[in-house]
């Protein structure tokens, strides 16, 4: 005995209302019209059912494509609603075997589903989102000390070994830096340090741009940081000290020669402080076995060349 598949379980059919015997009379697959009377080709599930189909009878091959509306399907799980032509109402089409029954939406209640066994569930412990650590105190500025030699010393060497920054090629030692830092404070520049948790993580400071005395209101800046602190906030922080007291001593204009044209991070860094670029001297050194531009940016301070200075 044939018996038509469904794709899913179809539901148990509750009596029809009155209404449910009324003819209908849709256009079917096979382009005729008519309205079948006898339920007894179709399957126990529709049963009782007010049916349209073709005028022929249900046939016995289940390839045959029909249209069957069914009115009065109780509780019509999981199937996806569809427009049909039954009295403009939007219905949801099961598989009949390669046929199709129509379910009108008015007449359908939907159940929770159950939760798939598919389905993972990931337990969090804690505040949901990405973690940070704690964002770290700001390094403290404050004017260097001869206590902070060694460290000065240090940062610098590892600048001359390592990078462009400086074209010295050899490391000076402590006491030729004591002789520096000296001579920059007796000529009436600033020296800085910056330190966090008590240790030393940079310097700066600034010196004479050239020495002929017409020059005196220029000055050019130099800014180190430790290796391990250069995303600390050093760095800018030794910069802005620098031009805040450079600008109260009556200097109108501050230089940055910075050492090769890749130099992105001072680059950027002087950028962010207001510093614009007024040239460039390409391959001007020789070191690391290759050539070395100088990258020249300026910053006016105070009222820049807008006023004559005092002095």
Known sequence: MWSPRLERRAPDIREAPPHAAEPRAPACDCGSKG????????SD???GASVSTCSTRQPKNP???TLISVENLADPIGFEPTTSAFGGQRSIQLSYGSSHAAIPQATRRRKPRAPSRNRHVIRLSGPI???HPPAKSAPTIRPSRDADLPAITAIYAHWVTHGLASFELDPPGQDEMALRRAAVLAAGYPYFVAEHDGRVTGYAYASAYRARPAYRFAVENSV???PGSTRDGAGAALLDALVAECTNRGFRLMIA???DSANAPSIGLHARA???RAGLLPAVGWKHGRWVDSVLMTRPLGAGPA???AG
Request: glycine residues 10%.
């Open 257 to 259: 020669v910075i050492g």
């Open 274 to 276: 207001g510093f614009a």
């Open 35 to 42: 309205v079948a009377d006898d339920p007894d080709s179709l």
């Open 45 to 47: 599930c529709f049963r």
């Open 307 to 309: 006023t004559p200075p």
């Open 129 to 131: 989102g990405r973690r």
């Open 63 to 65: 390839s045959a494509s």
């Open 224 to 226: 180190y940081v430790a």
